[in-house]
């Protein structure tokens, strides 16, 4: 009866869609997984568990979803936003911001009905330039949020110099001001004006002069107060005129983007497929023409740095769903397709003359704003369930839009409403699903290392697992990795309940085992040695998982914020919600002179080898239900104290007998680290 011996030496292809499991040709076959859960594909190959999440604070109010947004002034300085209902709070350094002991805090305009589409996709979309982050809503004027210190934070909206404006009047009504400086009424010939215009710009050019001025208040549709922003240059008549593209009446911009030093924005509901430039460096300037204050002479030239606007041109529609910064030009994500925006010759500028809009490709973007991933950006195509990669192809002078989900295109079932990326440790694009699970894809296109994975949080919600709702990624308060933070749902002690919490550091080799940290919405403590830990009532009735100097103690309830050991004291405690990490292989797969596959061949394995790096704990076995613990504790280790981190090779007798799969299962559900580096299979076949 022949052996065979089977090495996986790389588990880096992540979890594969069940249509691949006849794919034994496919060449990430051998590396990839039919489950792999709670588990995180390294870029070197190895599989490693993911951390767990530290517990930082509940949202305003649980009843309602909030989201999280990145402002990154440096890796000093970077914070996370939480955007709810009509209200924004703010975290730093791994907490949350307090003034006077309470949540620091500011209003928002922003209610709940409209901050989230009707899958749970934020419809907020942002660009920051420094301490100012703009923000983008179809439904509402264009703002800023400004930080001026930690609890110093302000949203207004944006009051533009000049501009974006919709063509030049071409009927025969005009256009009358009062005077032309100050607060004036504007009188129209015809039925102009809407109540909904309050706040609108409008233009209007006497001879060779054009000034400009916002509407402050309605009248009647003939008539409407305005405050002079630059002198008009007559009080009479006049049919050349213009309104602002942007109003309560004609919607605003969805998208927002730096290019070029210009800020740009797009895609309002009356101009879903038009984009408008700022003036070079002045990114709340809009004006179309250039203006001397002062000037007599014609102001309508229009310079290279002014302002500029463009329409998309194609046959079907193509609503802006978001706009992003790239070095090949303005890229724009529409619902038909994805464009580029840059001057006609790359070695020009773009100016309001010199612009021209190609559309690349034809997939179509959906909610979630695209994520710049070094040079590609990846964006989740229309109806949410592919996930592309737009990246610039030299030969072709254009972009391609790869299908990323492809080899596991069930892992994105529901559809994607939040994306995030984590650059370091690993670079990994963080995704939740509309049913609210956790996605990852390890992502390195130079190292060819595509893997998905997916994540359940510890506790539950009703009746099935933990809910997360949005995540954003920020330097950790250390600098030394990203971190990824998350709004989680769950009930606890029957109440709903939405927590903030982050992703601990990956555990490596600077991480000592009595930190490490393997429980969600867990809490840590350092200090005198105490047989109880409090400062749990985020938990209250939940039943919690601990570590204790690095050693795993039996689960306890949180009865009043805290929980007690069931012996001794402890220096060194980590306890929050067990979770389970799972991993399956795919059908075991081999070669030789006899056989050119082992499909559908009996095989029956007697040993399995797993070499770990610093890991503890854990079972194996052929499935889900035919696990048996792997020993870790030698003769040597002393029994009052947990056995140490292990870096070698593990043996494991293999209880199944002859079979066609030949699969292996590890998993790894105590709050304790584990790595695989290799798995080696030994056994033998029927032919």
């Not at 095989?603 to 797993?610: E, G, P, Q, Y």
Request: net charge negative; aromatic share 10%; with cysteine.
């Amino acid at each position: 009866m022949p052996s065979i011996t089977v090495l996986y030496a790389s588990l880096n292809a992540g979890e594969l869609s069940p249509l691949l499991e006849g794919r034994v040709d496919f060449e990430k076959y051998a590396k990839g997984l039919k489950l792999c859960e709670n588990f995180i594909p390294m870029v070197q190959g190895p599989l490693t568990r993911r951390p767990g999440s530290y517990y930082v604070a509940e949202i305003k109010n649980s009843a309602n979803r909030a989201a999280l947004v990145r402002f990154e002034f440096s890796t000093t300085q970077s914070y996370i936003l939480e955007f709810g209902d009509q209200y924004l709070r703010f975290y730093r350094n791994e907490a949350q911001i307090l003034s006077a002991g309470v949540p620091y805090e500011i209003a928002t305009p922003y209610l709940l009905a409209d901050l989230f589409d009707a899958h749970g996709a934020l419809r907020l979309k942002f660009a920051q330039s420094a301490d100012v982050l703009y923000i983008a809503h179809p439904s509402y004027a264009p703002r800023k949020v400004t930080r001026t210190g930690h609890t110093s934070w302000t949203i207004s909206s944006i009051t533009l110099v000049d501009g974006p404006y919709l063509a030049t009047n071409t009927t025969a009504t005009t256009l009358t001001p009062s005077a032309t400086t100050g607060s004036i009424t504007i009188t129209a010939s015809a039925a102009t004006f809407a109540l909904t215009d309050v706040g609108r710009l409008v233009r209007i050019k006497h001879s060779n002069l054009s000034g400009n001025a916002i509407i402050t208040a309605f009248t009647s549709s003939t008539q409407v107060t305005a405050t002079v922003n630059r002198a008009f240059g007559a009080a009479t008549a006049s049919v050349n005129w213009r309104l602002g593209v942007w109003s309560g009446t004609t919607g605003y911009p969805a998208a927002v983007s730096f290019y070029g030093d210009r800020l740009f924005w797009g895609g309002s509901p009356s101009h879903p497929q038009r984009i408008d430039g700022s003036v070079v460096g002045d990114y709340e300037n809009m004006e179309p023409t250039s203006f001397v204050v002062g000037s007599t002479t014609d102001n309508t030239v229009i310079a290279d740095d002014d302002a500029l606007a463009l329409t998309l041109n194609a046959n079907d529609v193509n609503v802006i769903k978001s706009i992003g910064e790239d070095e090949q030009g303005l890229l724009v994500f529409t619902v038909g397709g994805e464009w580029i925006v840059r001057p006609s010759n790359q070695n020009e500028a773009l100016t309001p003359t010199n612009v021209r809009a190609t559309r690349s490709t034809a997939w179509g973007c959906s909610e979630p704003q695209p994520v710049r991933v070094g040079k590609p950006h990846i964006f989740v195509q229309r109806c949410g369930r592919k996930v592309r990669e737009l990246t610039y192809v030299f030969a072709d002078d254009g972009f391609k839009s790869p299908d990323l989900s492809i080899v596991a295109e069930h892992i994105t079932r529901g559809g994607i409403i939040s994306m995030a990326y984590q650059a370091q440790p690993q670079p990994i694009v963080w995704l939740v699903r509309a049913d609210g699970v956790l996605v990852g894809l390890t992502y390195e296109a130079d190292q060819d290392a595509i893997a998905w994975h997916k994540h359940t949080l510890g506790g539950v919600f009703g009746t099935g697992g933990a809910v997360v709702e949005s995540v954003a990624v920020i330097p950790n308060s250390a600098g030394t990795e990203d971190q990824l933070w998350l709004v989680c749902k769950r009930t606890i002690n029957g109440t709903t309940r939405r927590y903030v919490e982050y992703l601990t550091p990956f555990f490596d080799d600077s991480v000592a085992q009595q930190d490490a940290h393997f429980v969600d919405s867990g809490l840590k403590y350092s200090g005198v040695a105490v047989s109880s830990f409090g400062g749990l009532s985020h938990l209250e009735g939940q039943t919690v998982a601990i570590l204790a100097d690095g050693a795993v103690r039996p689960d306890a309830v949180v009865a009043s914020g805290s929980v007690t050991l069931d012996r001794g004291t402890a220096t060194k405690a980590v306890i929050g919600l067990a979770y389970a990490s799972n991993m399956q292989t795919e059908r075991l797969e081999y070669q030789s002179q006899m056989i050119t596959t082992a499909q559908s061949k009996f095989k029956r394995l007697h040993d399995v080898t797993i070499r770990f790096y610093r890991t503890l704990g854990g079972k194996t076995g052929p499935d889900a239900s035919t696990l048996d613990n792997i020993i870790f504790r030698t003769t040597s280790d002393l029994m009052d104290s947990a056995p140490p981190l292990a870096d070698n090779d593990f043996q494991v007798s293999w209880p199944s007998g002859y079979q066609t799969e030949g699969r292996i299962y590890i998993r790894q559900d105590q709050p304790l680290p584990m790595t695989i580096l290799a798995v080696i299979a030994d056994g033998w076949t029927d032919s």
